[in-house]
């Protein structure tokens, strides 16, 4: 739309700056909040503007811990999300590539079962099939490792029908001019379709990179041990309700720490994920 | 360098369509062909057999001897231009036109020399860095002609390739693709449903209707000779003036409208009924000579004139509420709308079908 009345604009800025102000203002709050000591949070008076410890409080959440509850230092826990977050974004996408490809460019039997199966599985979210699921990961003695974290969350059927989508939209000819160019079905995939998949890739890695980075009741269920607590179950285990003080800084910090890494996907991936969305290249 | 033989060949698609049915005929070898016909006809059906991408009902279609109906499209030494032209969006043009070569495991040096002089030949030396986006639709055009000459194939394949193009790029490209196939000489089978491009380009045009062939041979004996109704409606712009005819007792008359015709052909017309086909340029405005030996004499109420300068086109009907009838006649001719005139035309010009069959009567046995 392109309008030049300075009125609307204004208004339009305003309405945005408004709106940003809502959502960025508890950001701003936690940021502070993790920059005093925590007498400073507890009386309730805590001032708007940034304290003097940001670095120890900072270098404390990262490398040291909480006085009381946890006692586990942040970085592990940033290192145990990001590489379950990785691992499942980076798993989806190589499997609903490759899933959705069989299904759009092949004729093998009960090739629409198999789709139809696929889409039923939208309805089976990991809360549901739960305990089944936990029995399995149990009996294969793979609680409290990488792989009993991420596998079970892997399986995409969202990411499945994105790409089924995107491929019935690349024109036949394409497949038809690859063939008499003499690429076979997995040449055609690693030259043309996933090199056109890009944006629609990067939309999907960031969208499960930030869905694999929020897990919260499969990691609680699957990890006893503390070295392989995410952060998100971090913070919750930080903020204790009864007898101890909640070291609020910390927990703070935490937070903020945890916002990091999707903020810096999204950043980074920002162009990309926004061509995904919008435009298709063909 | 290759013929191009089909036998037999009919296509019957999963659904039950059967889209092609025993077509027969033989491209010699370095000739240019052109499969013409309506929408819908089998012409690119039959086209996508002959690239192998789809697969042949019945019958077989061999390329230089070797009968290649199981044979994968990449092992048949043909290449193909496709109507959306179908680039690789993002590979350079440089990509795109070396990408065939590389899966065949081409040296690098002579991928680099052929596409080098693919690019010279289409004028995209200066193109080859850009991405199929960044081109104008003649230029995209001319990568998709690329990517197929760099292979040195057997068999050149189009699919009216020339449709997403403006009206005057069009006949650009045309005499382009007709320069560039008589250079290389390389057998071609080329498809459209534009009857002027059909003509202009062929060696060889296999005239189809319904998924059979009704007509093949040199374009200007189709024009001069068509076997059947079909074709002598399609093939002329504007076409052919049909009118169904029968016999009086004065010799022939129209079916519909009263007597314009005088002067009988002396042959028998089918009990079915026959069609006379005169093409608008064998029709000529007269004053009161009688009509040429053998030949007919009409009377014609001109109802419009169109004078597009060299030429001149009268719309009009046979006698005074017979069937329509358009005449042209050079631009030096006048006539004005309402008059009725003499026309006549020479037997040599006259075709007549049967309007049951819809096959040629001929007229000089
Ligand atoms: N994959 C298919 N499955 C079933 N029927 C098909 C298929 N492809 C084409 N047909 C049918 O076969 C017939 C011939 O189609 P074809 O594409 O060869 O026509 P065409 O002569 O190329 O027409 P156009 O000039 O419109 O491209 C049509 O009736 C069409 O509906
Ligand atoms: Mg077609």
Request: glycine share 12%; charged share 15%.
């Given at each position: 739309m392109v309008e030049h009345r300075p009125f609307g604009t204004a208004l339009a800025h305003l309405t945005l700056l408004i709106g940003i102000a809502i959502l960025a203002f508890p950001v701003y709050l936690a940021f502070v909040a993790s920059t005093w000591d925590a007498a400073t949070i507890a009386n309730g008076k805590m001032p708007l503007t940034p304290g003097p410890l940001f670095l120890e409080n900072y270098w404390r959440t990262l490398f040291v811990g909480t006085s009381g509850t946890t006692r586990q230092p942040v970085g592990g826990m940033l290192f145990n999300s990001f590489v379950m977050a990785m691992t499942i974004a980076i798993g989806k996408i190589v499997i609903s590539l490759t899933s959705a490809f069989a299904v759009v460019y092949f004729r093998f039997p009960f090739r629409m079962t198999i789709f139809w199966l696929i889409f039923v599985t939208l309805m089976l979210p990991v809360e549901v099939r739960i305990y089944p699921t936990y029995k399995i990961v149990a009996d294969l003695n793979m609680l409290d490792t990488y792989a009993g974290l991420t596998i079970p969350l892997i399986a995409s059927a969202t990411a499945t029908l994105l790409f089924r989508q995107f491929f019935m939209t690349v024109p036949d000819e394409l497949v038809e001019a690859s063939k008499i160019d003499g690429a076979g079905p997995m040449k055609f995939f690693r030259d043309t379709l996933v090199p056109l998949s890009v944006t629609s890739v990067a939309a999907m890695f960031v969208i499960q990179f930030i869905y694999g980075w929020n897990q919260y009741l499969w990691p609680l269920l699957i990890t006893t041990r503390d070295d392989m607590q995410t952060i998100v179950i971090g913070i919750k285990k930080m903020i204790v309700t009864q007898d101890a003080l909640t070291e609020w800084q910390l927990a703070m910090a935490t937070a903020v720490l945890a916002m990091l890494p999707p903020v810096l996907v999204v950043i980074v991936m920002q162009k990309l994920f926004v061509r995904g969305l919008v435009e298709t290249e063909k | 360098m290759a013929e191009v033989v089909l036998t037999g060949v009919g296509k019957?698609?999963?659904?039950?369509?059967?889209?092609?049915?025993?077509?027969?005929?033989?491209?010699?070898?370095?000739?240019?062909?052109?499969?013409?016909?309506?929408?819908?006809?089998?012409?690119?059906?039959?086209?996508?057999?002959?690239?192998?991408?789809?697969?042949?009902?019945?019958?077989?279609?061999?390329?230089?001897?070797?009968?290649?109906?199981?044979?994968?499209?990449?092992?048949?030494?043909?290449?193909?231009?496709?109507?959306?032209?179908?680039?690789?969006?993002?590979?350079?043009?440089?990509?795109?036109?070396?990408?065939?070569?590389?899966?065949?495991?081409?040296?690098?040096?002579?991928i680099e020399t052929r596409v080098r002089e693919a690019a010279r030949v289409l004028e995209l030396g200066d193109l080859l860095a850009r991405k199929p986006r960044q081109l104008s639709g003649g230029q995209r055009q001319r990568v998709a002609m690329g990517r197929a000459i760099v292979r040195k194939p057997q068999v050149f394949l189009f699919d009216e390739p020339l449709s997403n193009l403006d009206a005057k790029l069009r006949v650009q490209m045309r005499v382009e693709i007709r320069r560039l196939q008589r250079s290389l000489a390389t057998t071609s089978v080329y498809v459209t449903h534009d009857q002027l491009e059909a003509m202009t380009l062929a060696d060889m045009l296999v005239v189809m209707n319904k998924g059979r062939v009704e007509q093949i041979g040199a374009p200007l004996d189709l024009y001069r000779r068509p076997e059947t109704l079909f074709v002598a409606g399609f093939i002329g712009a504007p076409p052919m003036n049909l009118i169904d005819v029968a016999i009086g007792p004065d010799g022939l008359r129209p079916v519909a409208g009263d007597a314009g015709i005088v002067g009988g052909l002396g042959i028998a017309v089918p009990a079915t009924g026959a069609r006379l086909g005169i093409r608008p340029e064998h029709l000529h405005v007269v004053g009161d000579e009688p009509a040429p030996e053998g030949g007919i004499a009409l009377s014609y109420t001109v109802s419009a004139v169109e004078a597009v300068g060299a030429e001149t086109f009268l719309h009009g009907r046979l006698g005074a509420t017979g069937p329509d009838v358009v005449i042209r006649e050079p631009g030096t001719i006048a006539a004005a709308p309402g008059t009725v005139r003499r026309v006549v035309a020479r037997r040599d010009d006259l075709h007549l079908f049967d309007r049951e069959t819809g096959r040629r009567i001929p007229l000089d046995a």
């Open positions: - | 019957t698609y999963a659904g039950g369509v059967t889209a092609v049915t025993d077509v027969e005929f033989t491209v010699p070898d370095g000739a240019f062909c052109v499969l013409v016909g309506p929408s819908g006809c089998g012409k690119s059906t039959l086209l996508r057999m002959i690239a192998g991408l789809e697969t042949i009902t019945t019958g077989t279609v061999s390329i230089g001897g070797r009968v290649v109906n199981a044979v994968e499209p990449a092992e048949r030494d043909i290449a193909m231009v496709f109507q959306n032209y179908a680039l690789y969006p993002h590979m350079s043009v440089y990509d795109n036109m070396a990408y065939g070569l590389r899966n065949r495991g081409t040296p690098k040096a002579e």
